[in-house]
T-cell receptor, first 117, second 109 residues
Framework: GAVVSQHPSRVICKSGTSVKIECRSLDFQATTMFWYRQFPKQSLMLMATSNEGSKATYEQGVEKDKFLINHASLTLSTLTVTSAHPEDSSFYIC?????????????FGDGTRLSIL | KNEVEQSPQNLTAQEGEFITINCSYSVGISALHWLQQHPGGGIVSLFMLSSGKKKHGRLIATINIQEKHSSLHITASHPRDSAVYICAVRSEGAQKLVFGQGTRLTINP
């Protein structure tokens, strides 16, 4: 079945570090991928829609210069948290669906738990 | 008011019980998803519905488009079913999903 691979699964780093998270669709192509953030015991919050070959669409309140998204190929989107601070500590997760077929479910990565010290 | 409301927020039951989780939404949709999130955080897509009913193993999902309501049922529940179950809808013409708050299910042996 369709698989989305997200890497790394966990990051612990110092304040001021930039952290890159990768989201890959392993056996399908995805022109669109989604990036979410989730705080403990809360629901998923959409951060941005990543579009292959064009700029990402950010949700209101999400700083595009803070959360850089690159979707350079049909199977890979990256989210870079620039100059991360403790308040950026959260669970980040991506999703994608097969753009070659209609009416497809979203497939989610396993998420990245980011801890900024 | 959220576009997607789930109930209950928390549910604890004994192994073997029949479980029902409800989802109501307020917008026209092209699809409704039921997702399962385990304690480690990973999310599995259980069902995608636009009408009627779907069944997979012990899981059944139904949707009533006119009433803007969906239910997820688990028969013969088991401790391994313990997870957060999330209802999400895709509005007509939209790509992104709107999520409910989730239902935290605990099945005790």
């Amino acid at each position: 079945g369709a698989v989305v691979s997200q890497h790394p699964s966990r990051v612990i780093c110092k304040s001021g570090t930039s952290v890159k998270i990768e989201c890959r669709s392993l056996d399908f192509q995805a022109t669109t991928m989604f990036w979410y953030r989730q705080f403990p015991k809360q629901s998923l919050m959409l951060m941005a829609t990543s579009n292959e070959g064009s700029k990402a669409t950010y949700e209101q309140g999400v700083e595009k210069d803070k959360f850089l998204i690159n979707h350079a190929s049909l199977t890979l989107s990256t989210l870079t948290v620039t100059s991360a601070h403790p308040e950026d500590s959260s669970f980040y997760i991506c999703s994608a669906s097969d753009s070659g077929k209609s009416n497809q479910p979203q497939h989610f990565g396993d998420g990245t738990r980011l801890s900024i010290l | 008011k959220n576009e997607v409301e789930q109930s209950p927020q928390n549910l604890t039951a004994q192994e073997g019980e029949f479980i029902t989780i409800n989802c109501s939404y307020s917008v026209g949709i092209s699809a409704l998803h039921w997702l399962q999130q385990h304690p480690g955080g990973g999310i599995v897509s259980l069902f995608m519905l636009s009408s009627g009913k779907k069944k997979h193993g012990r899981l059944i999902a139904t949707i009533n488009i006119q009433e803007k309501h969906s239910s997820l049922h688990i028969t013969a529940s088991h401790p391994r079913d313990s997870a957060v179950y999330i209802c999400a809808v895709r509005s007509e013409g939209a790509q992104k999903l709107v999520f409910g708050q989730g239902t935290r299910l605990t099945i005790n042996p």
